[in-house]
């Protein structure tokens, strides 16, 4: 069974500042693949990157950055100078590599952790 | 925007009823899924469709059903409703069944159940 784990319920910052999501996860499995999502109030869920166990190598795409640990099983989210529009909740997320295709390409989600960014 | 679109926004419904929710997947997305979350919650996987067919189920009760068509939209039947199955339901598409492809959501549909 996949598990993960957001140990941070909420997070508020000043706008401006850097902000870390952690994420933890466990699986069995040597092939999966995680996943972070933003959800504003309005409800849907926002892709924002995603990122294959055999593949460590970190990255940065504008504000956002990305750090996965194998070791510690950890893929932590980091907003370098936050801004109000940033305010969401962002959920951590995992699925794992099937031989077959039962059980189809599911979602394990995090609880998530609710960002609030003030002026 | 993710191109996933549901139907109804918002709707009420009484115990013991029966709900149908709406999906249309995105364009070239041949798999759709459905997850139930609940306030403060994340998301939990009900069940995904892939050509018509259910291949993967969560651990949802038998009154919980789908159906994908041929053009890959996809419905979520809810009978019986219960308290408890008032949350937030989210369609989501992605370009295969296998694990691994990135999996868009559209922007829900929340249920009330009094």
């Known amino acids: 069974a996949q598990k993960v784990t957001q140990a941070q319920t909420e997070i508020s910052v000043v706008e401006k500042e850097d902000v870390t999501l952690d994420c933890v996860y466990e699986?069995?499995?040597?092939?999966?693949?995680l996943f972070w999502y933003k959800q504003p109030p309005s409800g849907e869920l926002v892709f924002l990157i995603r990122?294959?166990?055999?593949?460590?190598q970190n990255e940065i795409s504008g504000r956002y950055s990305w750090n996965f640990q194998k070791s510690t099983s950890s893929f932590n989210f980091t907003i370098t100078a936050s801004q109000v529009v940033d305010s969401a909740v962002y959920f951590c997320?995992?699925?794992?590599?099937?031989?077959?295709?039962?059980?189809?390409?599911?979602?394990?989600f995090g609880t998530g952790t609710q960002l609030k960014v003030e002026l | 925007e993710t191109g996933v679109t549901q139907s109804p926004t918002h709707l009420i419904k009484t115990r013991g009823q029966q709900v149908t929710l709406r999906c249309s997947s995105q364009?070239?997305?041949?798999?759709v899924s459905w997850y139930q979350q609940a306030l403060g919650q994340g998301p939990q996987f009900i069940f995904q469709?892939?050509?018509?067919?259910?291949?993967g189920r969560g651990n949802f009760p038998p009154r919980f059903s789908g159906l994908q068509f041929p053009n890959y939209s996809s419905e979520l039947n809810v009978n019986a409703l219960e308290l408890d199955d008032s949350a937030l339901y989210l369609c989501?598409?992605?370009?295969?069944?296998?694990?691994?492809?990135?999996?868009?959501f559209g922007e829900g549909s929340w249920l009330t159940v009094v």
């Open positions: 469709y892939y050509r018509e067919e259910e291949n």
């Open positions: 364009s070239g997305h041949n798999t």
């Open positions: 699986t069995r499995d040597t092939t999966y693949y």
């Open positions: 997320a995992l699925s794992v590599r099937k031989l077959n295709t039962g059980g189809g390409n599911k979602l394990t």
């Open positions: 989501a598409s992605s370009p295969g069944q296998s694990s691994g492809n990135t999996i868009y």
């Open positions: 990122r294959n166990s055999f593949d460590e």
